[in-house]
C-alpha cells in the first residue's frame, strides 16, 4: 500500500547515512513530525540537498510505502537566512528545533504547534537584534499548546520544564 503526500514541513535534523542517503525528521503541516528516508540525496546530482538544510521550511512530497516515508520532490519556501547570520538566533532556532523533534510523537497532526513555531521563526527572522523575551514567550505558549499547564515561566524555568518533560538537559548555547 503506497500513499502520495504533499505538505508544507519543518527541517528539524539530519542522519546521514552511510551511502547517498539521509534519514531526515520534519515537522509536517499535514502529518506532524515525521521520519523521511532520503534516497540518494547526498549525490552531487541531487537538487533537494540544498533544500533540505536544518531549520528550512520546504514543501515536500513523499511517498508512504508500507510503514515507511520516502522523500520524492522539495520545493525551498524559506530557508530563514536573515536567522543563520547572527549566533544568538541560530541558538534560538536550533533549541526550538531540539525541542520539538524530542516532544512530539511521530505522526500526530499539531497545526497549533506547527503554527506556533512558524510565527516564532518568522519574527525571529524580520527582527534587527534577538530577543529573549520572544524566545520565552513562544516556549511559553509551546509548553501550554501541548498539554503542559498554562503557568507563564522565566526561560530558564521553562527551558528547566523541558527539560523534565523530556528527560533530558535542554542544550542553550549562548542563550
Known amino acids: 500500500m503506497s500513499t502520495q503526500v504533499k505538505t508544507p514541513a519543518?527541517?528539524?535534523k539530519?542522519?546521514?547515512l552511510p551511502n547517498s542517503d539521509q534519514i531526515l525528521t520534519v515537522f509536517s503541516l499535514e502529518l506532524g513530525k515525521l521520519r523521511l528516508y532520503a534516497k540518494g540525496i547526498k549525490k552531487i546530482t541531487s537538487k533537494r540537498l540544498s533544500h533540505v538544510q536544518t531549520g528550512n521550511l520546504v514543501n515536500i512530497s513523499c511517498r508512504r510505502h508500507h510503514q515507511f516515508y520516502y522523500?520524492?520532490?522539495t520545493g525551498l519556501i524559506s530557508s530563514f537566512s536573515r536567522i543563520k547570520k547572527d549566533q544568538n538566533?541560530?541558538?534560538a532556532l536550533y533549541l526550538l528545533l531540539f525541542i520539538l523533534d524530542r516532544i512530539l510523537p511521530e505522526e500526530q497532526k499539531e497545526q497549533e504547534v506547527y503554527q506556533l513555531a512558524l510565527r516564532f521563526?518568522?519574527?525571529l527572522a524580520k527582527s534587527d537584534v534577538f530577543n529573549k523575551k520572544r524566545l520565552n514567550e513562544a516556549l511559553n505558549r509551546l509548553k501550554k499548546s501541548?498539554?503542559?499547564?498554562?503557568?507563564?515561566?522565566?526561560l530558564t524555568d521553562v527551558l528547566a520544564a523541558f527539560g523534565q518533560i523530556i528527560g533530558e538537559k535542554i542544550p542553550t548555547g549562548s542563550i
Do not use: R, T
Open 121 to 123: 521563526l518568522i519574527e
Open 146 to 154: 501541548l498539554g503542559y499547564g498554562d503557568k507563564i515561566l522565566s
Open 71 to 73: 522523500l520524492q520532490e
Open 10 to 12: 519543518l527541517v528539524l
Open 14 to 16: 539530519k542522519i546521514n
Open 89 to 91: 538566533k541560530i541558538d
